[in-house]
Structure formats: C-alpha cells, structure tokens
C-alpha cells in the first residue's frame, strides 16, 4: 500500500503562492491517480485537484480553476500543487491521497485512500 507525506504548508498573504509536495512510497504507487483535497475548521472534507496516472488528464474544482495546477513527477515519486493567487478561504489543511476505485468520479474522496497527514495551509489578508 502507498504511504503518502505532503509538505510545503505555510502561511501566507493573500495573492501570494505556495508550493505543495506529495511524497508516494510503496510498491504500489506506479500506476496510479492523486487527488489533493482540503478541509477547512468545522468544514467537511472537499475536492481540490486531481491527475490521472500519465497526468493526461487533470481536475479542479471551480473555486480553484485557474489559480491552482496539479502535477506529477513519477521518477519522484511525488505529486505537487501549485496553488497562486491564493485566498483567505483556501486556508484549509490539505491532504493528498491515492485514488483507489474507478467507481467513483475523479473529484469524490470516497474514489481515494491512503490519506496522508496532512499539511496547513495558512492565508492572510
């Protein structure tokens, strides 16, 4: 099974940018799409972004769309989001996670697992 350690959280000024690391290891990370998601402090867990295995095919939510980019490095073994431009309600801790069944849609976080811990991220205005 996939462990996953995201990094680069922070705080930040609205407008400014942050960087986002996903770390994959496990045999099993070949192969396989990531989705970030974000819950902010008495807010159910929602869909940020996600990528398909070959990273042909990415995913946003509409209050990202355009400020955030999803990305995939395989030989890493790592998943990024680049997120600018950002907001004081994108303060949420973000998780990254693996997707683990095509019975679900690419922006459900039932489709995904192997939840990693988390990292807050902090915007101010």
């Known amino acids: 099974q996939v462990q996953l350690v995201e990094s680069g959280g922070g705080l930040v000024q609205a407008g400014g940018s942050l960087r986002l690391s996903c770390a994959a290891s496990?045999?099993?990370?070949?192969?396989?799409?990531m989705g970030w998601f974000r819950q902010a402090p008495g807010k159910e867990r929602e869909f940020v972004a996600s990528?398909?295995?070959?990273?042909?095919?990415?995913y946003y939510a509409d209050s990202v769309k355009g400020r955030f980019t999803i990305s995939r490095d395989s030989a890493k073994n790592t998943v990024y989001l680049q997120m600018n431009s950002l907001r004081p309600e994108d303060t949420a801790v973000y998780y990254c996670?693996?997707?683990?069944?095509?019975?679900?849609?690419?922006?459900?976080?039932?489709?995904?697992?192997?939840w990693g811990q988390g990292t807050q991220v902090t915007v101010s205005s």
């Open positions: 990528i398909t295995w070959t990273g042909t095919n990415t």
């Open positions: 496990g045999p099993t990370f070949s192969g396989v799409g």
């Open positions: 996670a693996a997707r683990r069944s095509a019975f679900y849609t690419w922006t459900s976080a039932a489709g995904f697992g192997s």
